[in-house]
């Protein structure tokens, strides 16, 4: 029997979770195997880079569809719970669950669409080009990688989220050292600011942060920007930055743009994970793929 599809997987992976009890990850790829006739001589083939096996990156790659569709939850680490959806869908008995099925959940629709996608064309009958497939699941695992480092954000200390604002902004360039950085976190006095970090080596000037470890779900609106806004008034600054693991409201962007003595910059969960993997913070390289063309110099100079 060949190893089965991620896709194949999504209804056994669900009724594993049935249960309401928390499992780990490790566990339900042994019960998939089992379940699915995959033999130990399968579990071990590894994938053509050599870094993981094909079927728990399979397993992996259905855990991470069902959780974008909202049917299952991460507990901590590497443990699942099934979601309040996930056990609605499977009282609905379905024959099957598939990547069709998913699509009615708006989080898989987003993460399923293509970045650049301009049309409707199924991918089988457009002029996509395997570079351009390439470029897509790149997005669509980093998409996955957003998502895991905030769920491992929120399991940490509001302490250890300022910590780690204050490393992203060090490797971005601010502050000077890290040791430097350090020393300015914290509570100024001033209501509404959590930290001050120098624009430059030199500080020139000085740039006022508040750090806010919120559920991912929560929406900041214009009042608490209107708050940070007045911090920093009274502080005398003229720059500022709201970062924070939730989201803000259109109401809070507009209100932050029409700044004009102070500038803020609100930075939210998806940016601020975005920047953590663009400048390597938390996250550690996998796998490198070299994408090579013809040295056309080469053949020009061996030609003459």
């Known amino acids: 029997m060949s190893i089965p599809k991620h896709n194949e997987m999504f209804l056994p992976f669900l009724e594993f979770l049935s249960d309401g009890q928390a499992h780990p990850i490790a566990e339900i790829i042994k019960h998939l195997a089992q379940k699915m006739g995959v033999t130990e001589e399968e579990r071990k083939e ?12 399979r397993v992996g790659w259905t855990r991470t569809y069902l959780g974008k569709a909202g049917l299952l939850e991460t507990v901590k680490r590497g443990v699942l719970v099934i979601s309040a959806e996930g056990k609605r869908v499977l009282a609905s008995n379905p024959s099957a669950i598939d990547d069709e099925y998913l699509m009615r959940y708006e989080g898989f629709r ?7 996608e301009t049309s409707t064309a199924s991918p089988m009958t457009s002029d996509v080009t395997p570079q351009d497939e390439l470029e897509d699941a790149f997005q669509k695992i980093n998409s996955a990688l957003v998502s895991d480092l905030l769920s491992e954000i929120m399991r940490q200390t509001p302490e250890f989220f300022e910590g780690l604002v204050v490393q992203l902004l060090i490797k971005m360039g601010y502050g000077g050292s890290l040791s430097d950085a350090g020393k300015i976190m914290g509570k100024t006095g001033d209501e509404g600011i959590d ?10 000037d000085l740039i006022y942060i508040q750090a806010k470890r919120w559920d991912l779900g929560n929406s900041i609106g214009r009042p608490e920007i209107q708050k940070f ?13 709201f970062i924070t693991t939730a989201n ?19 930075v939210d969960g998806k940016t601020l994970a975005n920047l953590m993997i663009e400048y390597n913070l938390g996250v550690s390289t ?11 110099d080469f053949f020009a100079l061996e030609s003459e």
Do not use: C, W
Request: no cysteine; hydrophobic share 40%.
């Open 248 to 266: 803000f409201s259109k109401e809070a962007y507009v209100y932050a743009e029409k700044q004009h003595t102070t500038k803020v910059v609100l």
């Open 229 to 241: 806004v007045g911090a920093l008034a009274g502080a005398g600054a003229s720059k500022g930055l």
């Open 46 to 57: 590894m994938l053509p880079s050599g870094v993981t096996t094909k079927f728990g990156s």
């Open 286 to 296: 996998q796998i490198t793929y070299e994408l090579k063309r013809v040295d056309t």
């Open 110 to 116: 987003e993460f399923k669409t293509p970045v650049n």
């Open 195 to 204: 930290g001050v970090v120098r624009e430059d080596k030199l500080g020139f």
